[in-house]
Structures are given as structure tokens and as C-alpha cells.
């Protein structure tokens, strides 16, 4: 290589040894100035509400999942309540089995168990239903209420 070619071009030029355009010393007529001070302004006030608005949503996604991680902690905790349950009436069901003493008692036994498993898998469901309801509610509420909010300024 030669000397002119390591050498880094003179202050005030790119790397083609050509001088940079200087916008500061371009004179624009009165309205040509008004109009690019207008955009200038135009533009700032966009990337502001750009900001605003992005910190918004980030506020929103962050209750948003704090919500979410706290309703779905609850359903998964009576899942478990509910699984525990579930397996102490099995258990005992199979104790008063074991423990029949005619084919008549293990029928009535039977029929009777049944029955209570109906009954507590309806209400166990339905606690189900409205702890998944709750999660729906309160995962979607954070991000309506900062839409709303980003969307509607001033209402």
C-alpha cells in the first residue's frame, strides 16, 4: 500500500475525501424556515407521543403479567386443593369398600360415592370457572384501561 492510501481523509470530509454538507449555513427564505420549524416541531411532538405512548404499554404489559402471574398462582393452588381432596375421598371410598360386608353394602357404597363425586366435581368446577374468569378479567383489565388511556388522552 502506498502512503495516499492508509492515510485518513482531512477533517471536514467523508471517506470518498468529500466535504460534508453543512445545513447551518443554508439560508431559507421567512416561510421556507416557518415551514421546516413547523415540521421540526411536528416531529418532535410525534416522537414525544410515541414515547408516552410506549411507556404506557410497557406499564400496561408489566401489570399485565404481574396480574396474570398472581391469578394463575390461585387456579393452580386449587387445582392442587382440589387434586388432594379428590384422592382423600378415593381413598376413603376404597377404606369403607374393603370394609363392606355384603354386596349390598358395597352397592349402597358405591351409589353414595357417586353421588358425593358428582356433587363435589360440580362445585369443584364451578370454583374452577370463576377463578378462570377472574384470571380472564383481570389479565385483560390492565391492557383495556392503558389502550383506553393511550388512545383517548383526554378522556
Not at 471536514?12 to 421540526?40: C, H, Y
Not at 363425586?117 to 384470571?135: G, I, M, P, V, Y
Request: hydrophobic share 40%; proline share 4%; with cysteine.
Amino acid at each position: 500500500m502506498t502512503e495516499s492510501q492508509t492515510k485518513l481523509p482531512p477533517n471536514g470530509t467523508n471517506i470518498f475525501a468529500m466535504p460534508w454538507l453543512d445545513f447551518s449555513k443554508v439560508v431559507l427564505p421567512g416561510v421556507g424556515r416557518e415551514l421546516a420549524e413547523q415540521g421540526l416541531a411536528r416531529a418532535r411532538e410525534g416522537c414525544e407521543k410515541i414515547k408516552a405512548a410506549s411507556e404506557e404499554m410497557t406499564q400496561a404489559l408489566r401489570e399485565t403479567y404481574s396480574s396474570n402471574a398472581r391469578c394463575t398462582t390461585d387456579y393452580g393452588l386449587k387445582v392442587f386443593e382440589i387434586s388432594n381432596a379428590n384422592a382423600a375421598s378415593a381413598l376413603d371410598f376404597f377404606v369403607d369398600l374393603f370394609g363392606s360386608k355384603s354386596a349390598t353394602d358395597a352397592y349402597t357404597l358405591s351409589a353414595a360415592q357417586a353421588r358425593k363425586a358428582f356433587d363435589t366435581a360440580s362445585d369443584q368446577n364451578r370454583e374452577l370457572w370463576a377463578l378462570a374468569q377472574k384470571l380472564a378479567t383481570e389479565t385483560g383489565e390492565p391492557i383495556r384501561k392503558h389502550f383506553t388511556r393511550v388512545l383517548h388522552p383526554g378522556g
